[in-house]
């Protein structure tokens, strides 16, 4: 047994600046907030980053004091008085308990984006700095999603990200982050950190871990970590719904005791996905070639397969999408599916509709494409049969977040149309659909679908591509759009490739 005191706190956002509804502390509420003692009440055994920081501490007799474990759904800005209320939790957590401390585990996200501020976690790490001084070493566990400022690396003392995307990792991520932690708190290793910035983005379907160029990219990220003097090779594709100067992909690597090793490593890293830029550049097809593809493979399913997959990229409110988007679902109508499923449309004018009329009974509604302009117009008069009402709870049973609550407001099962169309899950409150017990809840075995579109980017792919017989991601439009083409930048560096034309040696020197 150790006698060593660490302190833990989360707090998380992937901050989509091109949002316009801010992130204020009642979207927090609606997700996670849990302060003390419910901390490890809530979140012991999860496969989460402060559940496997706390799976690491018991194992090694490390004494854990808990301030703040605050999470929000992806979207706008964090507004500015939410960013201040949970840093100065975190923040009285640290002093109360600064004369004990011998290590800090923040578990962030790292595109977090406050109001009049380009970066959350970088200033928090420094406020933190702050008062526990140099000798106290500081470890960050983030999103591989984070855009990652200079500032963050020089205040932290470790940097472990992710490694997949689904991010099935999450545990494993606070695994190795507090076992890193402790070494250095015993002083077995001494972590210095440099990062690197290819100046490249990713489609969001082909940053993907499972397969394809990101697979190999973290395969060569593994092999270096091999290497006594490495401690952690990260690979951040990056956000790149946010305006800001950090967006992009980058790449901390830590090693031990030489700076040199980290920048060397940095380095070959990132002139190698440079190398590859051109293989992070996909094409994939709009709704309506999407729906008729499924359509067609759906008539072609034998009794044993399993459904066609659609993913709505461009709504995905795990990025910050509106959830209400309709470009999909319009045409799943139109084309006439049969024996399908759309999760989700938050819209709780339309759940109000549906409580009101009772289980059993018809509605005409209007349904989605309320938030904004940029996920297609309302579809109106559905005609729908409301099969099933929940009180929207339920914990992920799936790989990703395993054990996580989820928390959808009302939930209702609208089926559309004839008695074999299309079914619906209707919410109040905004949440990525990526673990398949989301239709479970509201009685729907997803299985047994031939076709089921859930708005996501790659998250959805832990759960159901084992039950899949294909997967169509969808170049939908939207807040979370694949192509960062799409999107009108100001603030981020440039030139970046596909956002500008370049060549081989157009690598620009950032340091």
């Known amino acids: 047994m150790t006698d060593e005191t660490v302190l833990v706190a989360g707090f998380s956002h992937e901050t989509n600046t091109f949002a316009t509804t801010p992130t204020d502390r009642e979207i927090f509420q609606e997700r996670q907030e849990y302060f003390g003692d419910e901390i490890p009440e809530k979140l012991a055994g999860t496969n989460t980053q402060i559940g496997g920081t706390m799976d690491v501490a018991d194992e090694l007799g490390v004494d854990l004091r808990y301030t703040v474990a605050a999470a929000a759904v992806p979207g706008g800005v964090v507004t500015e008085d939410t960013y201040e209320f949970y840093t100065d939790e975190i923040l009285a957590g640290v002093r109360d308990h600064a004369d004990d401390l011998d290590g800090v585990m923040l578990a962030l996200h790292g595109a977090m984006v406050p109001e009049g ?25 983030l999103d591989l999603h984070g855009n990652i400022t200079d500032e963050l690396v020089a205040e932290a003392d470790l940097l472990v990200a992710y490694e997949s995307y689904p991010h099935v990792d999450m545990g494993d991520t606070g695994r190795t982050g507090m076992r890193l932690l402790y070494r250095t708190m015993r002083g077995e290793t001494d972590p210095t950190m440099h990062i690197e ?36 090779v990260n690979v951040f594709p990056g956000f790149h719904q946010a305006d800001v100067p950090s967006m992009g992909f980058s790449i901390p690597v830590v090693a031990d005791g030489d700076p040199e ?16 830029r051109e293989d992070f550049v996909g094409d994939y097809p709009e709704p309506p070639e999407a729906v008729a593809e499924a359509r067609q493979l759906a008539a072609d399913l034998d009794e044993d397969d399993g459904p066609v997959v659609m993913a709505d990229v461009g709504d995905n409110p795990g990025g910050g999408g509106a959830a209400d988007g309709t470009t999909v679902l319009r045409e799943m109508l139109d084309q006439g599916l049969t024996n399908a499923g759309f999760a989700i449309i938050r819209d709780p004018e339309s759940v109000e509709q549906c409580v009101a009329a009772g289980v059993g009974e018809r509605v005409t509604l209007t349904l989605g494409g309320k938030t904004d302009d940029m996920h297609g117009d309302p579809i109106a008069d559905v005609d729908g049969y409301v099969k099933t009402i929940t009180d929207g709870e339920f914990e992920n049973t799936g790989p ?61 792919r832990a759960d159901y591509e084992p039950m899949a017989s294909h997967v169509i991601p969808i170049n939908s439009i939207g807040l979370v759009a694949m192509d960062p083409t799409k999107f009108d930048f100001e603030h981020v560096r440039r030139p970046q490739y596909p956002l500008d034309e370049m060549a081989d040696d157009d690598y620009p020197d950032w340091e």
């Open 117 to 141: 501020m380009d970066d959350g976690e970088g200033p928090l790490a420094s406020r933190v700095r702050e008062i526990v001084g140099e000798e106290v070493p500081i470890a960050v566990t």
């Open 197 to 232: 910035r290819p100046p490249m983005l990713c489609y969001g379907p082909l940053q993907n871990t499972m397969e394809g160029p990101m697979a190999e990219v973290m395969a060569k990220a593994r092999e270096y970590e091999e290497r006594d003097d490495v401690l952690k």
């Open 261 to 276: 090793v980290a920048r060397e490593v940095s380095r070959e890293m990132a002139e190698y996905v440079w190398g590859r």
């Open 400 to 460: 990703m977040g395993t054990g996580s609550e989820n928390h959808l407001g009302r939930g209702v099962h609208l089926q559309c149309g004839r008695d074999d169309g299309v079914s619906v899950i209707l919410t109040e409150n905004r949440m990525q659909p990526l673990d398949a017990e989301i239709w479970r809840h509201v009685g729907i075995q997803p299985e047994r679908l031939d076709v089921l579109t859930v708005k996501s980017t790659n998250h959805y």
